[in-house]
């Protein structure tokens, strides 16, 4: 069983710069992808970035150069670096793995908020 743990979010002016960070515990399997997701007052969740086992990133549209994802793989975690932070990025944010050959599950962390107001 893996269990994942947030930490970082908080409450921050537009413009401004948060660190999330994640840690997983027991196996996350040798081809996996760390990622993290966004869910938003009515919306529904979705991918904000992705890093695979070998290293390779995805982000989305909304976040390209404002956001950097990066992983430890001997620590087993992830992070995410926001910068420029808008009002509409404000969200529960929530760590995720998914473990790949030959396991082929999801793991998600119980989210943290991330508000962006002035």
């Known amino acids: 069983q893996v269990q994942l743990v947030e930490s970082g979010g908080g409450l921050l002016q537009p413009g401004g710069s948060l660190r999330l960070s994640c840690a997983a515990s027991?196996?996350?399997?040798?081809?996996?992808?760390m990622g993290w997701y966004r869910q938003a007052p009515g919306k529904q969740r979705e991918l904000v970035a992705a890093?695979?086992?070998?290293?390779?990133?995805n982000y989305a549209d909304s976040v390209k150069g404002r956001f950097t994802i990066s992983r430890d793989n001997a620590k087993n975690t992830v992070a995410l670096e926001m910068n420029s932070l808008k009002p509409e990025d404000t969200a529960v944010y929530y760590c995720?793995?998914?473990?790949?050959?030959?396991?082929?599950?999801?793991?998600w962390g119980q989210g943290t908020q991330v508000t962006v107001s002035s």
């Open positions: 027991g196996s996350i399997g040798s081809i996996n992808i």
């Open positions: 995720h793995l998914y473990r790949g050959k030959p396991l082929y599950d999801n793991y």
């Open positions: 890093v695979t086992s070998d290293g390779t990133t």
